[in-house]
């Protein structure tokens, strides 16, 4: 007797199908490399071009494996870390959980393989429509931590990240030489837990504003310390980023699913870092995969965008940025610039306009003054 064939789940080749193809089509764009550098230290305008014309640039090979190990350790130490859950105080050995002290929000919670963001008032309603949320495994917890803000308070290996000499190169040749600080954190993919993000632009202030431009509300810069995957990863409409505010709703309903057709992920090997416009219409689906992704987020926008403007979306909104508050929460650049140059002495450090020339230093007392700094974190 013939055993009958197993039945396939064509909603799950569908699926698999949309990943394979997204990830072609995403390796086939003139947006990946190493970051070069001239003698003087300018960043190679195709890049910069590239940057521009897709909205998003893949560096290959930025942190060395040391650097890397650096990350996956306090990575693994801040897991450790945790509350055992939102309302507790400490973490699963007893002790005072990570950021119990600090009075900004740290720690974003979501049910496993859960959309917190979609279709919520979140971040001032951008995450328009909720995306699917598969079912985890029995063994689950309740909840999850997939985003912690404020990392350079928590970890040694991600200040020094932040003061990687060719990303701040990068970040002066987009957003100017006098380029401030946004946000930073980890968001957290964990494998057949990680949260969904569902698809929505970053910045909420400059959209309607006279002088807005493909750059007014700056980049994100997304180092990968396990690398990403379709499966795992973010993905991005290229482009989208010039076109203003998109009607997200709209879109999906015209496309007839939440797989956007003309999205593509971002792939990365361990060590890459992308630089990816904030103004991007962007998204990531439930981690149902078995791989983790790590990634280690550091935010800078123009100067002009910030100075003299009252903040939105989810930190520090209801602020008005002032010479003084911009000082106060660039002052991290510089921390981690010497941080950097402490680890790597024999690597030419960046030298960032706004602090040049002042005697910055990375100790106890600059450890005390990173306490609780995503409070000063700037939102447009």
Request: negative net charge; glycine residues 10%.
């Amino acid at each position: 007797m013939n055993s009958a064939a197993p039945e396939r789940n064509t909603e799950q080749d569908d699926v698999a199908a949309y990943m394979a193809e997204g990830k072609s089509r995403a390796l086939a764009l003139d947006n990946r490399g190493p970051i070069h550098r001239s003698a003087s230290g300018e960043v190679d305008p195709a890049i910069i071009d590239a940057y521009w014309h897709h909205g998003f640039y893949v560096f290959e090979n930025v942190f060395r494996e040391e650097e890397l190990r650096d990350l996956e350790t306090d990575f693994k130490g801040i897991l450790e870390r945790l509350p055992t859950d939102r309302e507790s105080k400490i973490d699963s050995k007893g002790r005072p959980a990570l950021g119990i002290d600090c009075k900004g929000e740290n720690l974003y919670w979501s049910k496993p393989l859960g959309d917190p963001w979609g279709g919520t008032s979140f971040g001032q309603g951008r995450h328009a429509v909720k995306m699917d949320e598969p079912t985890p495994g029995q063994d689950a917890p309740k909840e999850i931590v997939f985003l912690l803000i404020g990392s350079l308070q928590f970890s040694d290996a991600c200040l020094r990240a932040y003061g990687h000499p060719d990303l701040l190169a990068v970040s002066a040749a987009v957003n100017g030489p006098d380029f401030v600080p946004y946000t930073d954190g980890l968001f957290i993919k964990a494998p057949g837990l990680g949260a969904s993000v569902a698809w929505h632009q970053d910045g909420t202030t400059h959209w309607d504003s006279p002088d807005w431009h493909q750059g007014s509300h700056g980049f994100n810069l997304m180092g990968q310390i396990y690398g990403c995957t379709p499966e795992n990863g973010v993905w991005v409409v290229p482009g989208s980023h010039k076109l203003g505010k998109v009607d997200i709703k709209t879109k999906i309903a015209e496309a007839g699913t939440i797989y956007l057709p003309d999205a593509v992920p971002m792939v990365c090997a361990p060590g890459d870092v992308v630089i990816s416009n904030r103004q991007l219409l962007h998204g990531s689906f439930a981690n149902t995969s078995d791989q983790w992704r790590v990634t280690v987020n550091m935010g800078c926008l123009p100067r002009e965008a910030v100075l003299g403007v009252r903040g939105g979306g989810i930190v520090s909104a209801e602020m008005t940025y002032d010479e003084a508050h911009i000082e106060k929460r660039s002052r991290a650049i510089a921390y981690a610039i010497d941080a950097r140059r402490q680890m790597y002495p024999d690597e030419a450090p960046f030298v960032y306009e706004p602090f040049a020339g002042r005697d910055i230093k990375w100790d106890q007392t600059a450890r005390e003054a990173l306490h609780d700094y995503s409070v000063m974190d700037m939102s447009v």
